[in-house]
């Protein structure tokens, strides 16, 4: 009989954020596919949300979600827990990482790889993202 291991909290990570992506893009399609024509703020709440849950993956090898702990990832509790942090907070944050304001190598290196579109898209997903 063949052993399976545990998928890594990355894989798990990344698994939940493209169900979550699937699951924003379907509804928003079956709102429109049955006639109803969904508030286009809330559709593209969604969407954006969607698009950081997507984008997320990376962020939580570290940071990862309070349910799963900090087993695998880097032991180091002064690294902060992202999840329900609120939207104008993270995207100060990150802003700061980017242009060196604040300084951590590995967030200032995360931070100048995106965009204004893809800090927004994080922002709304973590802080609306209770694991």
Same mark, same amino acid.
């Given at each position: 009989?063949?052993?399976? %291991?545990?998928?890594?909290?990355?894989?798990?990570?990344?698994?939940?954020? =493209?169900?979550?992506?699937?699951?924003? =893009?379907?509804?928003?399609?079956?709102?429109?596919?049955?006639?109803?024509?969904? #508030? #286009?703020?809330?559709?593209?709440?969604?969407?954006?949300?969607?698009?950081?849950?997507?984008?997320?993956?990376?962020?939580?090898?570290?940071?990862?979600?309070?349910?799963?702990?900090?087993?695998?990832? +880097?032991? #180091?509790?002064?690294?902060?827990?992202?999840?329900?942090?609120? %939207?104008?907070?993270?995207?100060? /944050?990150? +802003?700061?990482?980017? %242009?060196?304001?604040? %300084? #951590? *190598?590995?967030?200032?290196?995360?931070?100048? /790889?995106?965009?204004?579109?893809?800090?927004? /898209? =994080?922002? /709304?997903?973590? *802080?609306?993202?209770?694991?």
């Amino acid at each position: 009989m063949p052993t399976y %291991s545990q998928p890594s909290n990355r894989t798990r990570s990344h698994q939940a954020g =493209l169900a979550a992506f699937i699951l924003a =893009l379907v509804a928003i399609c079956a709102g429109v596919g049955i006639g109803l024509r969904p #508030n #286009n703020a809330v559709a593209e709440d969604a969407e954006i949300r969607a698009y950081g849950a997507y984008l997320a993956s990376e962020c939580v090898t570290c940071h990862t979600p309070p349910d799963i702990g900090r087993d695998n990832a +880097v032991e #180091n509790t002064a690294i902060p827990q992202i999840y329900g942090l609120p %939207s104008e907070a993270f995207k100060t /944050a990150m +802003v700061e990482y980017r %242009s060196g304001t604040r %300084s #951590n *190598s590995a967030m200032i290196s995360a931070a100048q /790889a995106l965009d204004d579109q893809q800090i927004e /898209a =994080l922002a /709304a997903y973590f *802080s609306t993202h209770q694991h």
